[in-house]
């Protein structure tokens, strides 16, 4: 037993950081959380989210109360931790000249100019710890960093790998996770439970796919009628405080909130408030107008659809304060205007193509926003399908396949990636569509967190494109998905591409490995339900315990 107890000990620490740090070292002595450990903020003028951060980082050291993912939990640990020092404090400080903003006010900063970097030094002899960053934004991402560091055993906080050094930055300035609220609805506290998370893995954008054809549950202050008209029920909107209280929990914990309202496709719902402004609304079969249910799509070539929707659109955005605003562009189906009797006029009568009509269209709508100093970020297809000429400062999503990537680079464009063969989440679930009882889901096989975890952000592109990629975010689509799966669905799978675009690289500077990483996003998953999100495990508990055990060939 004696043998056992002392290989047992002996087993390779995990470390449990996720994403990876840039730089890390390590060492191999114990070190406990002292029980009366602070968090002790040294700048002058500090700002309250600061204090609040360092709140929340403190309850969750004092709450995770996460057992070490090895055979016994932690038992092992028990001798080593006998006489080992403990960790009085850590001091937060600022770089020399650096200015001591919000969390959120750095947080909604434009890409590339966020300064999310920290140097994190855990001493091993018990004195002080330190963590230093440019912004509060940078020591935020560090104090998320400290808290992944931590263990917990009959009564004991400690980590086994002192001292630790770490100094660390973000790869690529966006790592986004997109959520629809338009297919079904999602209660504020889903939206906020999901933002937690989010933070936890150093994911700093929601894209919020706020309506569809289905629902329009966002309540615009000049056009009630959308949401009154075009909402579940009077239960199932957003109100704009609603959505404000979003937007500064978020951006308090790390998060910018980039809103989309697509269009001039995905708007049946405003038939139902401005029907004259929708054609081939609820026709039949939806299948001849529609990618789903139910068919309906703007009429962008009549002027006064352009006018509402430039208004609208500019409503919306002036309530909003990221830098960023998504108008969509996705799946338009060109068969619905073909026989739409005021397009096809406005288009005789203007001497006009469809597609220049949607030039025209865009011209509108994304010269309003640029207006507001707002940066419009649409689909693929408005410039690899329509060949739109934008404005250069405009973002391309990529989603239709991970290889349209090329194309967008090609024409000048910078690139979140967003491909739906290696990051939708609503994949493999089957065929949601009645009457196909034998039907899938059209992005079939269900995209496991190690097929995402192998996607390379620069596959297909030249090192002179290299810095058009801003980065990536996985997706929910929520034709089967609500606040009863909301979790289980999206977490820890959703932590791969956090990796991908914070990391880069493991600090070996070796490629991401899914056979290094599982480990730790067993402790990211462990770690979240401790704290309430209700992630799916990856593994039995038997492998999560035994790392390697489970591997194919083992």
Known sequence: MAGLLLALSLLPVVWALWPIPAALDTGTTPLLLGRDFSIDVAINNAPQDLYDAVRRAEYYLHNDKLGRLVVGRGANDSAALTNAPSLPCLQLTLTSGAWADSIASESVKPLGTRSEGYVLIIPADGSAATLTANSTLGLFRG???????????????????????????????????????????????????????????????????????QSFPLEVAQYPELAANGAYSADETYSESDVQYIIQYAAARGVDVLMEIDTPGHTAIIATSYPDYVACFDESPWLTYANEPPAGQLRFALPEVVNFTTSLLSDIASTLSSSYFGTGGDELNTNCYVNDTLTQQQLNATNTTLFEALATFTQSTHGALIAQGKTPVVWEEMVVTFNLTLSNETIIMVWISSEDAAAVANLGYRIIHAPSNYFYLDCGAGEWLGDDPTGNSWCDPFKTWSYSYTFDPLANLTESQYSLVLGGEQLLWTEQSGPQNLDPIVWPRAASSAEIFWSAKQPTGAPLNVTEALPRLHDVRYRMVQRGVRAIPLQPQWCALRPDACDLYA
């Open 143 to 213: 104090l998320t960093t400290f808290g992944q560091l931590w263990y917990y055993y009959l009564g004991e906080t400690y980590t086994l790998e002192a001292p630790i050094a770490i100094t660390d930055a973000p790869a690529y300035p966006f790592r986004g996770f997109a959520l629809d609220t338009a297919r079904n609805f999602f209660p504020l506290e889903d939206l906020l439970r999901t933002i937690d998370a989010m933070s936890w893995v150093k994911i700093n954008t929601l894209h919020w796919h706020i309506t569809d054809s």
